[in-house]
């Protein structure tokens, strides 16, 4: 089974440039069980047939795999904290920019924008959301959410340091709730791949909660050094409660006074070289 997987894994890469093989192996094999249980299928290779016939589907297949599910004001205690710690930061500059990255269904962006506006910091901020999933974009862009969830989250908006109702920042649509149009302008949802893409935009803060606990420790290794390229000198980097245990090995730590907000540690100086080569000499000592 693991074998099968492994292969349906490089083929998804060769025939999609979905790359799923640096994920946890338990966690993909349980995605993929899901699938093709749901498809009434066999195994991987039996997905595999079936994709090649409807490749029309792959779309699907990674909200499958990647199952894009998140909730407003989801961790209030982290949100408190960059509402406390970092907008203060974040008023000495012009322009502000937060990447949302691993978005889902936009949740965490809009939770980001009313935050950010009831600082009075959203005029000048432009907030990226990105995800691999193009399904759960195309839900997140619809900026909707069930009045009942919106009920539900009440309380952890008030933990988060909001103020007020919540379903202030909403409009009715339907039988649901949509995010305010002048909140809504400042988010730009777009697709971006963790396991392959480059660095997209310069930002003062990124988010990536409840994603790499889903890689395998390259994959962890690859994102956290796409965050410290992405990060302007002073940016802040918050990541979900499971994934704080990656931050020492990767170069962050706490902010001072925080539970939850990294900070890049400082380049180390010389830069160090590549196995072989000695130190760059100084030009000055010679
Ligand atoms: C469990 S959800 C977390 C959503 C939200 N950040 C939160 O904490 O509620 C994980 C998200 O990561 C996305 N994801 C998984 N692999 C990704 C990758 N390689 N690049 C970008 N996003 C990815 C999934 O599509 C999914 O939307």
């Known amino acids: 089974m693991e074998n099968e997987i492994g292969e349906f894994a490089d083929w998804v890469c060769w025939r999609f440039g979905h790359d799923f093989r ?8 349980s995605r993929l069980r899901q699938l093709c249980a749901r498809l009434q299928l066999e195994g991987a290779a039996a997905l595999r047939d079936w994709l090649t016939q409807h490749p029309e589907r792959i779309d ?10 998140s909730e407003i004001f ?21 322009t ?27 005029p000048r901020s432009r907030i990226f959301a990105s995800d691999i999933s193009a ?18 989250a009440q309380p952890r908006y008030a933990a988060a340091g909001g103020e007020g109702a919540l379903a202030r ?5 339907g039988d649901q709730m949509r995010l305010a149009p002048g909140l809504m302008s400042h988010i730009s949802f777009v697709r971006h791949n963790l396991a392959t893409d480059a660095v997209f935009c310069e930002a003062n803060l990124i988010l990536c ?3 790499l606990i889903y890689f395998q420790r390259a994959l962890q290794a690859r994102a956290m050094q796409l965050f410290a390229d992405s990060l302007v000198r002073g940016g802040r980097l918050c990541l979900g409660r499971h994934e704080m245990a990656l931050a020492a090995a990767h170069r962050y730590e706490l902010m001072p ?5 990294l900070c890049p540690q400082p380049k180390a100086w010389p830069v160090p070289c590549p196995d072989g080569l000695g130190p760059v000499p100084d030009e000055r000592m010679q």
Do not use: K
């Not at 502000?96 to 959203?122: D, F, K």
């Not at 399904?135 to 539900?152: E, K």
């Not at 006074?257 to 907000?261: L, Q, R, T, Y």
């Open 169 to 173: 920042h909403f409009l009715p649509a």
């Open 22 to 29: 640096q994920y946890r192996p338990a966690t993909l094999a």
């Open 96 to 122: 502000i920019t937060v990447w949302h990255a691993g978005c889902a269904a936009g949740q965490e962006a809009y939770s980001m924008a009313i935050l950010l506006h009831e600082a009075g910091l959203l």
């Open 60 to 69: 699907e297949v990674v909200d499958r795999i990647c199952v894009p599910v």
């Open 135 to 152: 399904g759960a974009l195309a839900r997140a862009g619809q900026g909707l959410i069930a009045g009942s969830d919106l009920a539900a």
């Open 257 to 261: 006074g925080s539970a939850w907000i």
């Open 209 to 211: 909660c409840n994603v």
């Open 74 to 94: 989801r961790e209030p205690r982290a949100l408190d904290e960059l509402r406390r710690l970092v907008f203060p930061q974040l008023r000495s500059f012009p």
